[in-house]
């Protein structure tokens, strides 16, 4: 089912499971030549290279509304600081989109400003979308800071995930990691922190090569 279900008239910022997704499911409801994504090609973060894009495009007369959609998993500060003026007086006609997967990345001052629609789903993905094969101390970090506060039952489903993204991009993991996985579980079901035990398996598959 769709999260979306109408058109978006006003500057506001989704916190959503999947940007792609619901792009999708967005830009049916905009004429193609009224929009304009903005996102990093290369990688998740949208960056100052990103934020430029955006303010130049803004500043581009319209006589339409146009819409310019800002997407990234996690938006960079220097980024967001530089688009500040220009999210919280956009030039005529020009309205905002940001889709991100992260409420925490958003600064203060860009989230205390514009209007929000929290519509990530507590039931989590099937596949974890870290790369597993290419995993670093940054993703780690950034993924545990956004699922602090994680359930039991979520944590659970992670690891589930974990192992089918280990499985799909047919990495090995040797008795220690696989005893692990194994201990991880049933440390849940005992109550521990579900933070502190996807921290353990997190780095255990840091230097994890495929």
Same mark, same amino acid.
């Given at each position: 089912?769709?999260?979306?279900?109408?058109?978006? /008239?006003?500057?506001?910022? $989704?916190?959503?499971?999947?940007? =792609?997704?619901?792009?999708?499911?967005?830009?049916?409801?905009?004429? !193609?030549?009224?929009?304009?994504?903005?996102?990093? &090609?290369?990688?998740?973060?949208?960056?100052? %290279?990103?934020?430029?894009?955006?303010?130049?495009?803004? #500043?581009?007369?319209?006589?339409?509304?146009?819409?310019?959609?800002?997407?990234?998993?996690?938006?960079? @500060?220097?980024?967001?600081?530089? %688009?500040?003026?220009?999210? &919280?007086? !956009?030039?005529? /006609?020009? *309205?905002?989109?940001? %889709?991100?997967?992260?409420?925490?990345?958003?600064? !203060?001052?860009? #989230?205390?400003?514009?209007?929000? @629609? #929290?519509?990530?789903?507590?039931?989590?993905?099937?596949?974890?979308?870290?790369?597993?094969?290419?995993?670093?101390?940054?993703?780690?970090?950034? #993924?545990?800071?956004?699922?602090?506060? *994680?359930?039991?039952?979520?944590?659970?489903?992670?690891?589930?995930?974990?192992?089918?993204?280990?499985?799909?991009?047919?990495?090995?993991?040797?008795?220690?990691?696989?005893?692990?996985?194994?201990?991880?579980?049933?440390?849940?079901?005992?109550?521990?922190?579900?933070? /502190?035990? %996807?921290?353990?398996? $997190? $780095?255990? $598959?840091?230097? =994890?090569?495929?």
């Amino acid at each position: 089912m769709n999260m979306i279900d109408k058109k978006i /008239n006003n500057s506001t910022i $989704l916190i959503v499971n999947d940007i =792609t997704q619901t792009l999708n499911e967005l830009l049916p409801f905009y004429s !193609p030549h009224n929009i304009r994504i903005i996102k990093n &090609e290369e990688k998740e973060e949208f960056q100052i %290279l990103q934020a430029n894009q955006a303010i130049k495009e803004a #500043y581009i007369a319209s006589n339409e509304d146009k819409y310019i959609f800002l997407c990234g998993s996690t938006f960079r @500060k220097e980024a967001q600081n530089s %688009l500040l003026k220009v999210l &919280e007086e !956009p030039p005529k /006609n020009v *309205i905002f989109i940001i %889709l991100t997967n992260s409420k925490s990345s958003i600064l !203060p001052t860009i #989230y205390s400003r514009m209007p929000f @629609k #929290y519509l990530k789903t507590s039931s989590l993905k099937d596949e974890i979308s870290l790369d597993i094969s290419k995993l670093d101390l940054k993703d780690i970090y950034s #993924y545990l800071k956004e699922n602090q506060k *994680i359930s039991k039952k979520d944590a659970k489903a992670v690891i589930e995930s974990i192992l089918l993204k280990v499985n799909k991009q047919k990495i090995k993991l040797d008795e220690k990691q696989l005893d692990l996985f194994s201990k991880s579980s049933k440390l849940l079901e005992l109550n521990s922190r579900p933070i /502190n035990i %996807l921290t353990t398996l $997190l $780095l255990s $598959l840091s230097n =994890t090569k495929k």
